[in-house]
């Protein structure tokens, strides 16, 4: 049961333009949303987070928007740089009751940039 | 100051044979995770400690993994009587604490090979 979903296996695009990289859930006790980024031979390393009290959280370049009716959230990248080129993955941290910590993760995306 | 660390990067054993992989956490985390990545999926969550408490091992995936903790510190995850299914890469990963907000501090992971 794949409570995270990463639809997307790749996304390339161009530098300069946006990146839009998409995550549906299916556990409406989702309350809280991280995303990561891996760069072959490394561990993931935290991007960004959203909390279901807000339907945004901007970063610099980074934006993540959460549409909790849609179970549907998303990570926006603008400008892209080529050295954004990684896996991207989101993740929810609720484990069940009022327990927190295990992550979940979507089966991540590819995002290349091109110069 | 040090992040997560992992041992060895790499191990290729024989199908049948045990293996322990090593993890050394971020020097006052609380809490130390193991996930893994297969091939061509997103990372799956196999146990977690947090202090004092019962490990959580919800997502070992048979009876021959296990994994120990020794002084609220370092983790050895033991997989026995390796299967070519096995084959992975072994993340740990590490955080202050367990909770909605908490970032999960990753190691470059181990990759393991059964042939």
């Known amino acids: 049961d794949q409570q995270v979903k990463q639809n997307s296996p790749s996304l390339s695009v161009q530098e300069g333009r946006i990146s839009i990289l998409n995550c549906d859930y299916t556990?409406?006790?989702?309350?809280?949303f991280l995303w990561y980024k891996k760069y072959p031979a490394e561990g993931p390393t935290f991007l960004i987070s959203i909390s279901s009290i807000k339907d945004k959280n901007e970063d610099g370049r980074f934006t993540v928007f959460l549409n909790k009716s849609a179970k549907h959230l998303s990570l926006h990248i603008v400008p892209s740089q080529p050295g954004d080129s990684a896996v991207y993955f989101c993740a929810a941290p609720y484990a069940g009751g009022t327990s927190y910590g295990k992550l979940t993760f979507g089966q991540g995306t590819i995002l290349t940039v091109h110069p | 100051g040090a992040g997560v660390s992992q041992s060895p990067s790499n191990k290729v054993t024989e199908k049948g044979k045990d293996v322990e992989l090593r993890c050394d956490p971020i020097?006052?985390?609380?809490?130390l995770y193991w996930y893994r990545q297969s091939l061509g999926q997103g990372l799956e969550f196999l146990i977690y400690f947090q202090g004092n408490s019962a490990p959580d091992k919800s997502g070992l995936p048979s009876d021959r993994f296990s994994a120990e903790r020794t002084g609220g510190s370092v983790s050895t995850l033991t997989i026995q009587r390796t299967q070519q299914e096995d084959s992975a890469v072994y993340l740990c990963a590490s955080s202050f604490w367990t909770g909605a907000g908490n970032e999960q501090f990753f190691g470059p992971g181990t990759r393991l090979t059964v042939l």
């Open positions: 556990n409406s006790m989702f309350d809280y």
């Open positions: 020097s006052g985390h609380t809490a």
